[in-house]
């Protein structure tokens, strides 16, 4: 099988808000409107989709630069440490696609417009609590390192802050 990236698109959007609430703990709940202005307000915002089925995604990214009006804890923890980023908001493959490469196909693409872009880091949070010891192992494997925690929420999650070289 080989797969592609694209923009996201709006007719994605309904997609997008099934495979984002069905990975809930490890992202945040949405609703449409909240989907729809994060995808808008965003630098880039790109889906996975199989060759021959373009218009499916089975995944997708949603990216923020420094000096995005963006209130993420998360994220404004990163800007104040940084100017010089790629901040990866969120990353989702759906289930039953997990772990036949859809995930290094986005982080490909997410590196390549940090190179593009001449940006030095991707940045991204993973969930300590509740645990996500799979997304931990898999951005391990991508060469991320922490570099802080985070308790947000309300201390309800606490997060892993991770950054990798481009």
Not at 37 to 63: N, R
Request: hydrophobic letters at 50%; one cysteine or more.
């Amino acid at each position: 099988m080989t797969y592609s990236i694209r923009s996201v698109l709006p007719a994605d959007l309904p997609r997008l808000l099934a495979l984002n609430n069905a990975a809930v703990p490890a992202v945040n709940e949405l609703d449409a409107s909240a989907l729809a202005a994060l995808v808008e307000h965003s630098h880039l915002a790109i889906t996975v989709v199989h060759d021959d089925a373009t218009d499916i995604a089975l995944g997708f990214a949603v990216l923020f630069v420094v000096g995005a009006d963006y209130e993420s804890e998360n994220y404004l923890w990163f800007s104040a440490r940084s100017n010089d980023f790629l901040y990866v908001d969120r990353i989702v493959v759906a289930d039953g696609y997990r772990r036949q490469g859809l995930g290094p196909v986005l982080y490909d693409a997410i590196f390549g417009a940090a190179r593009r872009e001449l940006l030095t880091e991707v940045l991204c949070e993973v969930n300590l609590e509740p645990p996500n010891p799979g997304s931990l192992a898999f951005h391990d494997r991508l060469g991320f390192t922490e570099v802080g925690q985070l308790s947000t929420k309300g201390d309800t999650v606490v997060v892993s802050l991770l950054a990798a070289s481009v």
